[in-house]
């Protein structure tokens, strides 16, 4: 990877924190005038490639120099605005830049059968926009630009949502949905920001940090506190602010949700975890109290109540669009462990979870664009009827679970060690429990795949089809990712543990 | 030599695989594709047979995962060789019955049968293979679902049923009791590898270790203790071939190995008997024996008789690991072997009945013995075997198991021994008994059944025979691994 640093331009390198958000915001504009959707489509894949370049040369840059900060237009911070990264977004940027770019490789075959041709370069705009603000929130250290790119990414987001109108007209109402709650989550958070500003004097989030610990018994901070939480938990889909969520994953096409599912809610993730301990710091009584009493119970909570209700869904995508919040939930276990470990265990878990639901998607999208499915019941037999989809699905169903053999099984695992070490043995049977759920409906789904009979066409012959190359190629890349990095785990924990450091050494400063 | 004893250990997880999928690509030639089956098993018996013979050695393969602390690995030791013995030893006798049952009875999707077979039989060996308790469940686990298919093989309503309890309580146990046990372990122990006198024996108190011997013993659900006991009538609605390996061989059996294997090589038996719990384990499993033998007794259908008839019989194995004394090890060790060839055989028997008769209720069967007289014989045989009658080997694993029952004084469990031996009788013998004395039916069965499923009975009921002969070498397998001195 340090190859990659050394043949690119010095000036390049040294604006690389600016220019990867920069590139997919200009290239949006570019790709809206395109004349069809094709090249919008290769405009997003260009600037997708480009930010998985750049983000891997800022995590290197990372590892080797520690943290960078970037004074964006040269004002230097705290009166300008930061972007500051450090190894906890910088799993962020290269997460959501590989995941962008390998969704994007996928989009073309999905978006060419469910979007209109005359705007499908819109839609491929609205998608560049939606990944420059995800990128912008995982970049800045600025309270108030992370507002701006957070509401950046959402809007883009209810537009994308609301595309899926043309095949299923509930996209509009989930996208309205989502609107409605989102704008009050950006709300909540835009107002706690507001009154740490009138507390401290400043956006930036390292100053902030610095001055707040004086200010502990201020009810403003408090206050700031408790909208700044609601607000992300909202965007994170943090139980029980996930109302949203399921029909917006449900409704929307197949590349949104592929998208949204793996890198979306991760991000405000990432934000809450930020916030905890880089800008308000844990001793505090009324931070410490959250740890326990709002993440880990409402963790908890969500692992298995929600589990339980994606037992129950008919719609496959549904189905799976609950199993994320549930999975939201082990994220916000190991932020309630609020250890090293605890934290590298929901970070490795937030990386895992893109790769396995990432798997999980995308092959119902493959289906989608054979068989046009919805329901559990669509997918009988698919396991001969389009045999290397469905083992890519199966694969990524196991992780979910947390099969041995699989990478989520270290999400269970070090999430498991994290909360043993804290005396939590309620939470490791609560994890038990709810893999139990999990492998009930996921086995829902495998049992339709491969025991139900195929679909027969008029000559008694099973119906057989392969799904595009294009989708099939990532789909693959994710889901040996899944079975590799059970294998070679070494990496992604070197990673995650970096972060949960990165994390927890502003509560140092 | 090429063949190295690590090169053999992972021989006998691929080989079946490799088997799998020839089977697999040659589906379309019915031959050919038996023929695959048999090449495999045959040389995975080779391969075992060698592992047997280097098993002094106690080759190993790890694979540490990073720095996780976790690694998968293969290690030979006498119990695992043996169980693997009886395995690849028995398929090959049960892939010449299988052939002969599917074929006689014109089973849809044979292709898919014999897949998931041999895949069943990787992870059989895996079991019996694996050097630590994360290894094994991953095997234990790949067995479970690969014999779902197999058990669903019919896919009607009934049978898909039944395979959705299979795998409920095989896949919740594990997963509920099992998981948390070996988190546990690798928690207080620092790693999950069996290790000899028992990784956790001075490591954990008795009170601890006797809440971790209930979660694995429950967790693995294939030893069939009672209350977690009914996926396996419920799996009786395989065909019978399934039935006879799988259910009375590869898949019971693998979980009574576990069983002993976490018994003796994770607690030791210096911990099992310190914690109090073991006593308690030990009265479930003489009850469950009791019990179930008395259930089987009033099951008219032939098949359901067996499986509670396992169901008691896995109890010994149970009951020898809590006892824990050297001489009582030794017994649910050779408990393991006997019953397997003497039940395969009553399976089969079972099987070849109804393949040429179409009658699966024992009251329909009076008389059959005089039209089916190797098939009612070999029925025979396998039941003298499981009461404990000289000479067959059902008798050593009952004597050895009283004999360290006594050891320990714990006289009661004698008893409920003995008396599942007079229950046995009871419920076995009739069977052949009525076979042969009652008058033959008017009507119906012409011939005695196609070649293929009556000469693999006889085979493992002469084999079930042999076996009390060969005590001396069995035993001076096994007894480094309990330290027995005879």
């Keep these: 990877m340090e190859f990659l640093a050394s043949i690119l331009p010095a000036q390049i390198v040294a604006h690389a924190p600016a220019i990867i958000v920069v590139v997919p915001l200009l290239m949006a504009a570019v790709s809206a005038i395109m004349p069809n959707g094709k090249l919008s489509w290769a405009l997003v894949v260009i600037s997708a490639a480009v930010s998985v370049v750049l983000a891997i040369v800022l995590t290197v840059d990372v590892q080797t120099s520690g943290v960078i900060s970037y004074a964006m237009g040269g004002w230097a911070p705290p009166a300008g605005i930061e972007f500051r990264i450090d190894s906890l977004n910088a799993v962020l940027l290269l997460l959501l830049t590989v995941i962008g770019l390998l969704s994007a490789v996928y989009a073309l075959p999905s978006v060419a059968m469910q979007i209109d041709a005359n705007r499908q370069s819109l839609f491929y705009a609205a998608f560049l926009v939606c990944f420059a603000g995800l990128l912008g929130v995982a970049i800045t250290g600025d309270a108030f630009n992370m507002f701006v790119f957070l509401e950046i990414s959402s809007i883009s987001t209810y537009v994308l949502v609301g595309m899926g109108a043309g095949r299923d007209r509930r996209a509009l109402t989930a996208a309205y949905n989502y609107l409605i709650l989102g704008t009050i989550g950006a709300t909540f958070f835009v107002i706690g920001v507001g009154f740490l500003y009138m507390a401290t004097g400043t956006l930036n989030m390292a100053d902030m940090a610095a001055r707040l610990p004086d200010l502990s018994s201020s009810r403003v901070v408090q206050a700031a506190f408790a909208f700044i939480i609601v607000g992300l938990g909202l965007k994170a889909a943090m139980f029980p602010l996930h109302l949203w969520l399921p029909n917006a994953y449900a409704y929307s096409p197949d590349f949104v949700t592929v998208f949204q599912a793996t890198t979306a809610t991760k991000v405000a993730f990432y934000t809450l975890v930020r916030f905890m301990f880089d800008v308000f710091w844990p001793d505090a009584a009324f931070v410490a109290v959250s740890f326990f009493w709002v993440f880990a119970v409402l963790g908890i909570v969500a692992m298995i109540v929600v589990s339980i209700q994606a037992v129950f869904q008919t719609d496959a995508r549904r189905l799976l669009a609950f199993s994320s919040v549930a999975q939201a939930g082990y994220m916000m276990l190991g932020l309630g462990i609020g250890s090293v470990a605890g934290i590298a265990a929901g970070m490795l878990h937030l990386v895992n979870h893109a790769m396995m639901k990432g798997v999980l998607f995308m092959a119902l999208g493959a289906f989608a664009v054979r068989f046009g499915i919805r329901r559990i019941s669509d997918l009988n037999g698919f396991g001969r009827s389009m045999p290397f989809t469905s083992v890519a699905f199966t694969i990524g169903g196991l992780s979910l679970i947390g099969v041995p053999m699989t990478v989520g099984f270290w999400s269970k695992w070090y999430l498991g060690v994290a909360a043993f070490e804290n005396g939590w043995w309620w939470a490791v049977a609560a994890l038990i429990v709810s893999s139990l759920i999990a492998l009930v409906y996921i086995g829902r789904m495998l049992a339709a795949i491969w025991v139900a009979e195929p679909q027969h066409d008029r000559d008694g012959d099973i119906v057989t089809a392969r799904a595009p190359w294009l989708m099939l190629i990532p789909i693959w890349i994710l889901a040996i990712a899944n079975v590799w990095y059970f294998f070679q785990p070494e990496f992604l924990i070197s990673l995650t543990n970096a972060a949960a450091e990165a994390a927890l050494a502003g509560e140092a400063r | ?486």
């Design chain 2, 1 to 486: 030599m090429m063949w190295s004893p690590e090169i053999a250990l992972l021989a006998a997880l691929i080989i079946p695989v490799i088997g799998g999928v020839f089977v697999g690509l040659l589906g379309k030639t019915p031959n050919l594709r038996e023929g695959a089956t048999l090449v495999a098993s045959v040389l995975l018996a080779l391969n075992v047979a060698y592992l047997v013979s280097v098993t002094g050695d106690r080759p190993e393969l790890i694979y540490e995962i990073g720095s996780t602390g976790l690694a998968f690995g293969l290690k030979l030791e006498p119990l695992g060789a043996l169980f693997a013995a009886v395995a690849s030893g028995l398929w090959i006798v049960n892939s010449l019955y299988s052939i002969g049952y599917m074929r006689g009875n014109n089973e849809k999707n044979q292709t898919r049968f014999f897949v998931f077979f041999t895949i069943a039989i990787a992870a059989a060996m895996g079991v019996a293979l694996s050097s630590n308790l994360l290894t094994m469940f991953l095997f234990y686990e790949a067995l479970t679902l690969s014999t779902y298919p197999l058990v669903a093989h019919k896919g009607d309503a009934k049978s898909s049923r039944g395979a959705a309890i299979y795998l409920s309580i095989l896949l919740g146990t594990s997963i509920g009791f099992l998981l948390p046990a070996i988190i546990a372990t690798q928690y207080i122990a620092g790693s999950t590898d069996f290790t000899v006198g028992g990784l956790l024996n001075g490591e954990a108190s008795p009170m601890v270790a006797s809440v971790l011997l209930v979660l694995f013993i429950f967790g693995i659900g294939k030893a069939a203790l009672m209350p977690v006991h009914p996926w396996l009538p419920n799996a009786m609605v395989a065909p019978t071939p399934v039935s006879a390996l799988l259910h009375a061989v590869a898949v019971v059996k693998a979980g009574v190995f576990a069983v002993l294997k976490v018994s003796t090589y994770i607690f030791g038996p210096e911990l099992i008997a310190a914690a109090p719990a073991s006593d308690w384990l030990a009265w479930i499993a003489a009850l469950s024996i009791v019990a179930a033998s008395i259930i089987a007794m009033s099951s008219n259908n032939l098949k359901r008789r067996l499986a509670f008839s396992t169901v008691s019989q896995l109890s010994y194995v149970t009951i020898g690991a809590m006892i824990a004394a050297p001489l009582a090890l030794l017994g649910a060790a050779l408990q393991i072997v006997m019953h397997a060839w003497a039940k395969i055989t009553l399976f089969m028997c079972a099987g070849a009945i109804y393949t040429a008769s179409k009658k699966t209720e024992i009251s329909d069967m009076r008389g059959l013995g005089r039209l089916m007289p190797w098939t009612f014989g070999a029925f025979a045989v396998g039941a003298f075997s499981i009461i404990g009658l000289p000479p067959f080997g059902g008798m050593w694993p009952k004597l050895y198991l009283m004999m360290g029952a006594a050891s320990t004084g714990q006289l009661a469990l004698i008893g409920a021994l003995i008396l599942s031996s007079i229950l046995n009788v009871g419920y076995l013998l009739p069977i052949p008994g009525r076979g042969f004395f009652d008058p033959a039916p008017k009507e119906g069965l012409k011939k005695p059944g196609p070649m293929l499923a009556v000469l693999p009975p006889v085979i493992t009921a002469a084999g079930a025979t042999i076996l009390f002969f060969l005590i001396g070498p069995l035993t001076d397998f096994l007894a480094p691994v309990f330290g027995v001195e005879l």
